[in-house]
Nanobody, 121 residues
């Protein structure tokens, strides 16, 4: 079993910054993709940013130039640095990881419990 524990959410004024962290633990052989999704009230969950173990990154158009994803593969941890925050960034942010527990099994998707980010205008 794999657990993802997020931290770093909170309330910030527009234009401010927050840094989210997500640490994976448990039965981990390798992690391919780690990333962040978000879900605002009444909206579908959407990809914010993702990073492969090799460092290839992908961002939603709405956050390009403002958010930066990074990984510490040795610590099985992913970070999301969020700058120039806007009220429309308000959402619950979920950490995601595609994890193989051993070389003999396929990878499975795991999710964190979510952390609230609220940006006031």
């Amino acid at each position: 079993q794999v657990q993802l524990v997020e931290s770093g959410g909170g309330l910030v004024q527009a234009g401010g910054s927050l840094r989210l962290s997500c640490a994976a633990s448990g039965s981990i052989f390798s992690i391919n993709v780690m990333g962040w999704y978000r879900q605002a009230p009444g909206k579908q969950r959407e990809l914010v940013a993702a990073s492969t173990s090799g460092g290839v990154t992908n961002y939603a158009d709405s956050v390009k130039g403002r958010f930066t994803i990074s990984r510490d593969n040795a610590k099985n941890t992913v970070y999301l640095q969020m700058n120039s925050l806007k009220p429309e960034d308000t959402a619950v942010y979920y950490c995601y990881a595609n994890v193989r527990s051993s070389r003999l099994v396929r990878a499975y998707d795991y999710w964190g419990q979510g952390t609230q980010v609220t940006v006031s205008s």
